[in-house]
C-alpha cells in the first residue's frame, strides 16, 4: 500500500553496527542494509510489538538469504533472543504508524518554531502537539541530572540489565551510579566509523545500547580472565574506563 513506510535514518549505512555485521557476514555492508530493511518490513508487516513468537532465526536468515544475519544482529544489539521468541528492541520508535506519527509531530514542531521566531509570538512549542502528544510529553518526562539535562536514567538501567544479564546487576539507581551516568550523558564521543572515527554524542539511549554491545563483545569484561573478574555498571560507566570500552582497549584481551 502507498501509505505502509519504514522510518530509515541516513546514517545507517555509515553505523558501527552495518560495518561491523559486513565484517562477520563477509558481504558487502550496503547489502546489509538492503537486508536489514527486509527484516525491519516483516516485522512490520507481520508483528504488532516486534515480536515473533512463532519465527525463528533461521527461517528470517531464509529471508533475507544470509546464513547467521541474525545472529549478527543479535551480536550488534538489533535484535534479541532470549531463547523462546526473537524481537526487535524500541520496535514502536522506527516502525508503523508510531513512527509515523511522531515524524510529523516533530515536523509540526519545527514549523511552529519557525513560525513563532518570525512573528515574537511567546507561545510554548507545545502547543503545537497534538492533544495526545502533549498528555505523553508531560507524563513521560525523565529524571534530571545534576547540571539541568534530561537523563533516561531508567531506561539505561534497563538496558544494562537487558543487554548484560551475565554481569552484576544494579537494581538500585544509587546517586554514585546516577552521578556516573549523568556525566557520561554530557560528554561527546570519537567513535570508529568507515572513514576513520567520528564524533558521536553520548546522549542518545542508540548510543548506550552501542556501548553496553561493546561490554558485551569483550570476552575481560564479562569474565574471560585469570581471575573470573567481571565488571559492573559503575566500572564501565567511570570515565577513564568508559573512554577505554569506547576504544576497543579490551575487545581482544583473554
Known sequence: MAGDWLKFEKSTSDKPEVWAMADQLAIDPDAVVGKLLRVWAWFD???EEGNAPSVSKSLLDRRVGVSGFCDAMVLCGWMLDDGKEVTLPNFDRH?????KNRSLTAKRVAKHKVKTNATGNGDSVTNALPREEKRREENNKPPISPKG???PFSEIFALYHEMLPELPPAPNQTEKRKKNISQRWRETV???SADGFKEMPCNDLDFWRRFFNRVRNSPHLM???ERSWQANLEWITKKE???KIIEGNY????
Open 241 to 243: 574506563n568508559f573512554y
Open 149 to 151: 539535562e534530561s537523563v
Open 45 to 47: 508487516e507481520q508483528s
Open 223 to 225: 569474565g574471560e580472565n
Open 95 to 99: 516502525n508503523g504508524k508510531t513512527a
Open 251 to 254: 575487545v581482544r584481551d583473554k
Open 190 to 192: 570519537k567513535v570508529p
